[in-house]
C-alpha cells in the first residue's frame, strides 16, 4: 500500500502546486491536468493484470521452453469443468484451474477429480465478489486465506499461486498477496470466453497471441458476471489444442512453464467459513 504513496502524493502536491502558483483558467486547467493523469497511471496499475508495482506478477514462461500453458477461471462448475477436463483428457493436457473458495466447498469431488487426473488447483479468491477490488487488507486476507482453506480441506496442501478476479489488483491486495507468501499470475493471452458465445471468435484470439512461453487465460466457470454458458469455450478448446501442436509448441502446467513451486504445507487452521462470520 505504501508504495502507492510514491504516485499519489506527487500528484496531490503537484496539483496543489499548479492550483497555487499558476493564475486564472490556467491554474485550474493544469492541476486537473495533473490529478488526472496521476490518476490515470494509478488506475492503470490496478486494472492491467500483469503490472507488478503492488504485487510481482508472472505472465510468461520463458520462450526458448517452446510450452504454452492453458489455464482457466471460476470452477469448479458442475455444468462444464468435467467437460473441459475431458477434452484435456482426449488430448493429454495438463492445464491450471485458478477456483473459487465457495464452489470448491459446493463440489470438493470436482476439485479431487481435477488433482488427481494431475491438473493445478490454484486460488482465485473465495467470493469472486466485485467488493474484493475495493477492499482493504482484512477483506483481502480473509479472501485469500478462506480459498487456501477450502482447497487444503480437498488436498491436503493449499496452492501457493493466486489469480485476481479478472486480473485487478489494488495496492492492498498486492501487499495481502506478499504477506501470504503467494505469487500473482496474469496471463498474455486470453479468449474472452467468458462473455462469447463464438467459439471461432475465442479460437481465432487465442491463436493470434499465443507464442512459446504463453499463460492462455480461458473459463471454465460460468456465471460471476460473465455469460451461464461455457460451449463456446469447451468447443474451441480441441481445436485450439490441436493449431498450437501443429505449430510445434508444448502444453505444460503453470508450475512447469513458469519454474515455481505450486503447493505447500496448509499456513493455517483458519476454515473458509470463517470470511462469512468475520
Known amino acids: 500500500m505504501l508504495r502507492s504513496l510514491w504516485l499519489k502524493v506527487p500528484t496531490v502536491v503537484l496539483s496543489i502546486a499548479a492550483f497555487w502558483w499558476l493564475d486564472g483558467p490556467l491554474a485550474v486547467v493544469a492541476a486537473a491536468g ?132 479478472q486480473g485487478i489488483k489494488n495496492p ?13 499470475i496474469g496471463w498474455d493471452v486470453r479468449g474472452l470466453d467468458s462473455m462469447s458465445d463464438d467459439a471461432d471468435a475465442i479460437e481465432r484470439r487465442v491463436l493470434r497471441g499465443a507464442r512459446p512461453g504463453s499463460v492462455i487465460m480461458l473459463h471454465d466457470g460460468t456465471g460471476l458476471g460473465g455469460r451461464d454458458d461455457r460451449s463456446a469455450t469447451i468447443e474451441a478448446l480441441p481445436r485450439i489444442i490441436e493449431a498450437l501442436r501443429a505449430r510445434d509448441l508444448r502444453f505444460v502446467r503453470l ?4 519454474e515455481v513451486e505450486p503447493y505447500r504445507e496448509p499456513a493455517s487452521s483458519e476454515t473458509p467459513r470463517a470470511l462469512a462470520t468475520a
Open 34 to 165: 495533473i490529478f488526472v493523469t496521476g490518476s490515470a497511471i494509478l488506475m492503470a496499475l490496478v486494472l492491467h493484470p500483469n503490472a507488478s508495482l503492488w504485487a510481482a506478477t508472472l505472465s510468461r514462461g520463458r520462450p526458448e521452453t517452446g510450452a504454452v500453458s492453458l489455464t482457466f477461471d471460476d470452477g469448479p462448475d458442475p455444468a462444464s469443468t468435467r467437460e473441459v477436463a475431458r477434452v484435456l483428457a482426449e488430448h493429454g493436457v495438463k492445464a491450471t484451474f485458478f477456483v473459487v473458495g465457495e464452489r470448491v466447498e459446493a463440489h470438493p469431488d470436482i476439485v479431487r477429480e481435477l488433482h488427481e487426473a494431475g491438473h493445478l488447483v490454484c486460488n482465485h479468491t473465495h467470493t469472486h465478489a466485485v467488493a474484493v477490488h475495493f477492499s482493504l487488507w482484512s477483506r483481502a486476507r480473509r479472501e485469500l486465506r478462506a480459498c487456501n482453506a477450502a482447497i487444503a480441506a480437498v488436498l491436503g496442501k493449499e496452492p501457493t499461486l493466486f489469480r485476481s478476479p
Open 255 to 258: 508450475d512447469e512453464l513458469l
Open 172 to 184: 492492498a491486495l498486492g501487499d495481502v498477496i506478499g504477506e501470504l507468501d503467494m505469487t500473482a
